[in-house]
């Protein structure tokens, strides 16, 4: 699996867009970046994926670079429910395909 | 859809005892289960693969004998920890993806403390 690089943590207001950045410059080409978050003392939540196009859902939006080295998760209208660690990990897309979590982003959203 | 249960949530026992975690895919069938674990402020480390009606796959470093993996059915998943002490207390987590082209979904973890 590629390695992937984010940001220890971040701020952002509420109501406002947050932004969370990702690196994965080995990425091969059959690998997917995903996305997770963990809010305190809870399991990983599933979040969006995608492999070359930008993706979008209910919970944010996946813009993924031209080149595939980097990608960046938007939530559009951060709510302080949204406080947690981001996860970002490149991995082929499958069933028995293990996920290996970095330290992720932590997002704190203020007041 | 795809909802992964974890019993128990939160466990307390003596040291010396072994204690079983159960891993439930409530609304699909999963022949692959993941089980992880997370010392507080530390990321996720995944233990072990589960398959079921086969032998657990154990990452490098996680003493088989120690964490018992059974997946008997397509619908769970069981970690015991055996003999269990103090070291062993941490946050344990489960997954299981509804395809193979689906995302993994996680269960809502287990609290083990070992007195």
Redesign the interface.
């Known amino acids: 699996d590629a390695k992937t690089t984010q940001p220890t943590s971040m701020d952002c207001a509420e109501g406002r867009a947050a932004n969370l950045p990702c690196n994965h410059s080995t990425i091969s080409g059959n690998e997917y970046v995903y996305w997770y978050r963990q809010i305190h003392s809870q399991g990983p939540q599933y979040i969006i994926h995608g492999l070359k196009n930008n993706e979008t859902n209910e919970m944010a939006s996946l813009i993924i670079t031209e080149d595939r080295k980097s990608s960046t998760l938007i939530l559009p209208h951060a709510t302080l429910r949204d406080t947690a660690v981001y996860y970002c990990i490149a991995t082929e897309r499958g069933a028995t395909n293990k996920l290996i979590f970095g330290t992720g982003t932590l997002l704190a959203v203020q007041p | 859809g795809a909802v992964?249960s974890?019993h128990p949530s939160w466990v307390i026992c003596k040291s010396g005892t072994s204690v079983k975690i159960e891993c439930r895919s409530l609304d699909f069938q999963?022949?692959?289960m993941?089980w992880?674990r997370q010392f507080p402020k530390q990321?996720?480390?995944?233990m072990a693969?589960s398959n079921e009606g086969s032998k657990a796959t154990y990452e490098q470093g996680v003493e088989k004998d120690k964490f018992l993996i059974n997946h008997a059915s397509l619908t769970l998943s069981t970690l015991t920890v055996t003999s269990a002490h103090p070291e062993d207390s941490s946050?344990y987590?489960c997954?299981?993806?509804?395809?193979?082209?689906?995302?993994?979904?996680?269960?809502?973890?287990t609290?083990l403390s070992i007195l």
């Open positions: 992964v974890q999963a022949t692959t993941f992880y990321s996720l480390m995944l693969t946050f987590i997954s299981a993806s509804s395809g193979r082209i689906q995302p993994q979904h996680f269960g809502d973890g609290r």
